[in-house]
């Protein structure tokens, strides 16, 4: 799907995954902002939408969060620390601690000053969740989901708790929507930037697009569309839904 429809009806463009990463591209290499700053809106983002989905009393329940190695986990594992840093009960699993390497790896070293719970795969089956983080695999999915990310999906998608993806569900081709494996169904998916064009899927089930601090002329040197003026004006996440 090519764009997407705001609540205020504000028709907002996606991107493919190549639009995406030249947008990363020129942000990161150039105009800034830089990873760091980029990976902390998304995580503080998401810690939100957490906090929202939970309620009030949400700091006395449970929350997972599943990351993977790349700059999905590194979003994930930065949502950690803030729910972390604001009192919040959270678990974070790392599907391959030893592979995290860069930003992703520094977010971790961050997590684990927070006083957050670091769990391994092997201590799934003895944790409870009201609420579960999938940052594993995000748009640079290559094939179908193998070893400790095909262990994770699977582990969401038995249990109740509804899970909130960042950026697409796992599994899920952010291009294309396909899934060529197993995948995570969720109840939320939290896109950063722009939608993704594979997120008109069930899988995505609600989706909100996170602002992350990308200005109109990365865009503009990217060659990709912004998003409509005032998209943002009332705050830094928005609800979007398929355009008919
Ligand atoms: N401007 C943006 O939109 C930003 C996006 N970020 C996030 O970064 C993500 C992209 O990060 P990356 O390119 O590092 O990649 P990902 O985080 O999507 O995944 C990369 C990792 O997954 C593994 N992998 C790929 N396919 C697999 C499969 N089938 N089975 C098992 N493992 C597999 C790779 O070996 C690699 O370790 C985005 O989706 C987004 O969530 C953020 O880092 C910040 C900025
Ligand atoms: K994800």
Same mark, same amino acid.
């Given at each position: ?12 463009? +996606? ?53 993977? =190695? ?20 959270? =678990? ?26 670091? +769990? ?54 952010? =291009?294309?929507?396909? +899934? ?5 169904? +969720? ?16 899988? =995505? ?40």
């Amino acid at each position: 799907m090519d764009s997407f429809v705001s609540e205020a009806g504000l028709v907002v463009p +996606a991107v493919t995954t190549e639009q995406m990463r030249e947008v990363d591209r020129v942000a990161i290499e150039g105009i800034g902002p830089n990873l760091y700053q980029m990976m902390e809106n998304a995580g503080r983002n998401l810690a939100l939408s957490c906090v929202e989905m939970l309620g009030e009393g949400w700091a006395t329940s449970s929350v997972v969060v599943l990351a993977g =190695t790349g700059g999905n986990g590194g979003g994930g594992i930065c949502a950690a620390r803030h729910l972390a840093n604001h009192g919040g009960q959270v =678990t974070l699993v790392v599907s391959d601690v030893e592979r995290l390497a860069g930003v992703p790896a520094e977010q971790l070293a961050l997590f684990r000053a927070s006083g957050g719970r670091l +769990a391994a795969i092997g201590d799934l089956g003895t944790l409870e969740t009201s609420l579960t983080v999938d940052a594993v695999l995000g748009y640079s999915l290559a094939g179908a989901p193998h070893g400790a990310a095909a262990d994770l999906i699977g582990w969401m998608s038995q249990g109740p708790a509804p899970v909130v993806s960042l950026d697409v569900p796992s599994g899920v081709d952010a =291009t294309t929507g396909e +899934a060529p494996g197993v995948h995570v169904r +969720a109840a939320t998916t939290m896109a950063l930037a722009l939608p993704k064009t594979g997120l008109a899927v069930d899988a =995505t089930g609600e989706i909100w697009l996170a602002d992350i601090g990308i200005p109109a002329g990365v865009l503009e040197r990217a060659r990709v569309r912004p998003p409509p003026a005032g998209l943002f004006s009332k705050g830094y996440r928005v609800r979007l839904s398929w355009s008919s």
